[in-house]
Each structure stands twice: as C-alpha cells, then as structure tokens.
T-cell receptor, first 115, second 112 residues
C-alpha cells in the first residue's frame, strides 16, 4: 500500500491557468507538508498542516492555497500559474514525537510544467 | 535558526570504493539530523536519523553517519559503493517544531 500518494504525477499547463494537486496519506499521521523542489534540486518547505490546521506558511505567493479537508488529505491549489512555478512538488507527512524527532514520509512528487 | 550545508554537489566514486558525503549544520537547539535518498523520478526516502543517544547511526543499505557536535557535522559514509547507490542524497535538520531544513543535495555517481 502506498503510504503517501499524490495526483497527478505529471501536470503540463499553460501560463495563467489554475490547477490543483492532491495528496493523501494512509499512515495516520497528524502533520502534512508541501515542498517545492526546483530544477537545481533545492527542496523548500511551503506549507504544513497539523490536524487540518495551518502551522507553517513560508513566504509563498498567495496564488498558492493549501486546503486540508481532513488530516489524511492536503491539497494544493495554484491560481494564475507562472513559468517560475515549474518544479516538482512533494507532499510529505509525519507524526510529531514528543521531542520533534519525527521523520517525514514523502510522496512520489508531482512534476508541474508551465508553458 | 537552522541551516544545512552539503559540501560537493556532485561526488563520483568507483564501485567498491568508500562513499563519503559531507553535511554540516547550524542549529540553535539540539539538532535532529536526517539523511534522505532520492532516486530518479521518485520521492525522498529516509536513510537514517540521529535524535539522541549513540552518535554513530546505522541506516539502510549499509549507510551510516556520525554526529559530531564539536564539528557540527553529520557526514554519511558507506564502506563499499554499489552501482545501485547512484542517487541524490539530502541532509536535513529538524527544529523540533515540525519544520525541516534540507541541504542542497549531493548527487552520487558510481562508476563501474
């Protein structure tokens, strides 16, 4: 069984369009994340939700809006797509330990290409 | 604030040779340190982690890493490289509050 799944795996779209990426985890974790990996492989956190509540919101354009309908799902909606949004987006989940020593489990990624 | 520096964006070794991937961190709190591996077109997979206790940590696929507080380092090693080890490796530090900071990655190439 896939622990963290994302759909779609590939997304090719035109500038100005709106698109969504979905993420689901079946690990029973309380915390989920969205990361952006650029063409140089640099991985940067965008958002984090804990039990459907937003806890981390990095400096991300407000064209990006995460939504967590329940703690097993975290979706990412992107409005008015720009060329610079082209990247691989990873979803991850974790179960925070008492000391924050939790590891993160990553999905397979969604490769977004904006033309 | 936490940050991670990985020295060497590309490392090339021969099959059977020692693998050494370097990671230095800065952290204002006792760090939790991780190494992840990313195979082409896949997500990140945990190799090993240091939280507390023994400073030499063993992970999957024969990898290990040693936490050296005095050097603020957490270098990843493997005694003998295998072709299947070719991948991108990421070092990460957790601030203990759900936030991870990743290094820029090191691409490991293994030559036959």
């Amino acid at each position: 069984d896939t622990a963290v799944s994302q759909t779609p795996k590939y997304l090719v779209t035109q500038m100005g369009n709106d698109k969504s990426i979905k993420c689901e985890q079946n690990l029973g974790h309380d915390t989920m994340y969205w990361y952006k990996q650029d063409s140089k492989k640099f991985l940067k956190i965008m958002f984090s939700y804990n039990n459907k509540e937003l806890i981390i919101n990095e400096t991300v354009p407000n064209r990006f809006s995460p939504k967590s309908p329940d703690k097993a799902h975290l979706n990412l909606h992107i409005n008015s797509l720009e060329l610079g949004d082209s990247a691989v987006y990873f979803c991850a989940s974790s179960q925070p330990g008492l000391a924050g020593e939790d590891e993160q489990f990553f999905g397979p990624g969604t490769r977004l290409t904006v033309l | 604030a936490q940050s991670v520096t990985q020295l060497g964006s590309h490392v090339s070794v021969s099959e059977g040779a020692l693998v050494l991937l370097r990671c230095n961190y800065s952290s204002s709190v006792p760090p939790y340190l991780f190494w992840y591996v990313q195979y082409p077109n896949q997500g990140l997979q945990l190799l090993l982690k240091y939280t507390t206790g023994a400073t030499l940590v063993k992970g999957i696929n024969g990898f290990e890493a040693e936490f050296k507080k005095s050097e603020t380092s957490f270098h990843l090693t493997k005694p003998s490289a295998h072709m299947s080890d070719a991948a991108e490796y990421f070092c990460a530090v957790s601030d203990g509050f759900n936030k991870f900071y990743f290094g820029s990655g090191t691409k490991l190439n293994v030559k036959p």
